[in-house]
């Protein structure tokens, strides 16, 4: 099965012939890197306009590295090159904000240097968090659908705590991560005051966990670093705006999928309105 090991937005840029100047596409793009069904480590651009994949490497381990363009001075123009050929492929970052494209760089280093290598995050100065995934349970940054079926009464109540917790978060500026949101200090509680919402959350959870699930558990879960990688993982895949089908699953509309406010707006919105049903069926 194919997983999605990161991915960040970014436009491709073309050096002019014969020349050193490197012109940017106006086209939005996203650099996808993903361990494909064939076991290689495919290098790919997106359109986030068409959602077409236009480009697809094939990379090797400690061939080729994503470096910083000096000669554009401030400009965010990175190069993908290689050490067993000529090739040279620009992208330019997208993102509104480059206080994170040291820490997808590294990453992305990382990853094509080692398969096998551990994202690091919260690298960054101004932004403590950030990353890709798709589930803030011990998933991978796959953006594929989850293996679980949750029931509407199950995702209707992850909603609403979810809403309750993010609260006045929702209009939060774009520099504002998940991991700031849903740190044990807001989320610990809610198993006390919500004891209902252990059950709905368990079939979310990896299976080897003890049963009856209980809040200490849980607890447990979301102090482990692996559940705040997790977290971090998906605030980074819902920054590159390519999360409209996964979300669709959660019961929300795609566009929740756009972003890490417009994801909390749509929590919030629907646990308003499951708020309200049930005070019309009273």
Known sequence: MSETLLAFKAGRAYRRPGTNFVDARPEKGAIILNNGDDGLLHFMWKNR???????????FPS????????????GRVYVLKFSSSDQRHFFWMQDASSARDEEFVTNLNGY?????????????????????SAAAASTSTSTTQPQFQATQEQINQLAEILGNAAGTEASAPPALSLTD??????LGPLFNEHPELIPALFPYLPPDLPVPPSAEVLERIINSPQFRNALANFDQALRT???GNLVRGLGL?????????????AIQEQADQERGDSMETD
């Open 63 to 74: 061939d080729a590295t994503f470096v910083k363009v000096p000669q554009i001075g401030d």
């Open 253 to 265: 509309p795609e566009e929740a999928g756009t972003g890490v406010v417009a994801f909390l707006r």
């Open 112 to 132: 094509l240097d080692d398969p096998d290598y551990v994202p690091q995050w919260g690298t960054s100065q101004q932004q403590p968090h950030a990353s890709t």
């Open 181 to 186: 949101i849903l740190t044990p200090t807001v």
């Open 49 to 59: 306009t068409t959602g077409n994949i236009e480009e697809d490497l094939i990379l």
């Open 241 to 243: 705006g390519l999360l």
